[in-house]
């Protein structure tokens, strides 16, 4: 693994991480295995990041539960939210709400679940999304407890499709929504439609925000990913850092030269890979 990047060099590492199945267990959505890194990192005062495909309630939730108090980028790049306190001033072109600026790059949910609908005909029974769905059916889709499932279903940008026909079909469902002009993306547990944004882009406009505003220090991003959803990021980012999936193949990575891929599973590898690239001379 690449040992150029140390807590004690003049960069000042971003921790662009994923949160299910990288630093939350795939199975039973744990992190305790990255729970002594995170408290390592907090005390190197590093800002770990989560850029995910859940919603803001979802991850407001989880951020308190992990004591991560900076910003966090919310439905697969549509929005970042950005405490107040981590920057001097107010970045151009975000809004203020509930003590944080927030940057959108992606249409309201409301213009995709009208999409969906229009499908519905043509494809019947094959797919069913978040807002058809029942409390009852996202828990079994996602293994959640009811109050979890209840964030997950508080979508602001994009919306979660659970897909129940063959691939071939798949296929030519993600053609037609194509047609349509979304971009959908697929993920560990489903496929997410949403508007023409990624993970990198708006990993790349926080970067930029940092730089600008706080530019006494380097800012280095290091990006943590199981999914292809998280390719954007990882391929953008200075150092990526692939986590081995239960489930998935491994995010297929074309141009990022500081790529290294973990030997254990979700916040196992997290944290064993943040070690090597942080704290290891």
């Known amino acids: 693994m690449p040992s150029d990047l140390q807590v004690t060099s003049k960069q000042s590492p971003l921790i662009f991480t994923d949160l299910d199945g990288t630093l939350l267990d795939h199975e039973d959505y744990s992190f305790s ?33 992990m004591k ?3 910003p966090f980028i919310v439905e697969n790049g549509a929005a970042i939210y950005i405490p107040k306190d981590c920057l001097p001033r107010q970045p151009a072109d975000t809004t203020e709400a509930n003590g944080y600026w927030c940057k959108t790059f992606a249409p309201p949910r409301s213009q995709w679940v009208k999409l969906l609908h229009s499908l519905q005909t043509q494809y019947g029974d094959l797919f069913r999304h978040f807002a058809s769905m029942t409390v009852e059916q996202v828990c079994v889709a996602t293994g959640l407890k009811a109050q979890d499932a209840q964030l997950a279903m508080q979508r602001e940008f994009g919306e979660p499709i659970e897909w129940l026909g063959s691939v071939e079909q ?30 990198g882009l708006a990993m790349q406009w926080l970067v930029k925000q940092y730089q600008e505003q706080l530019n006494q ?18 391929e953008l980012a200075n150092h990526a850092v692939r986590i081995l999936s239960p489930v998935n193949p491994l995010p297929d990575i074309n141009t990022n030269q500081h790529l290294v891929t973990s030997t254990l ?12 690239l942080l704290f290891t001379p």
């Open 33 to 65: 295995a990255a729970q002594s890194m995170l408290h390592k990192l907090a005390q190197h005062h590093i800002t770990v990041i989560p850029n995910t495909s859940k919603t803001r309630a979802e991850v407001l939730k989880i951020s308190q539960a």
């Open 68 to 70: 991560l108090t900076g």
């Open 170 to 199: 798949k296929n030519h469902f993600i053609a037609a929504l194509k047609g349509l002009g979304a971009s959908p993306v697929e993920g560990g547990r489903f496929m997410h439609l949403k508007g023409d944004t990624d993970k």
């Open 217 to 234: 220090h380097e800012w280095v991003s290091v990006a943590l990913g199981d999914g292809q959803n998280d390719v954007s990021m990882l």
């Open 265 to 276: 599973t979700g916040p196992a590898g997290w944290a064993e890979c943040l070690e090597n």
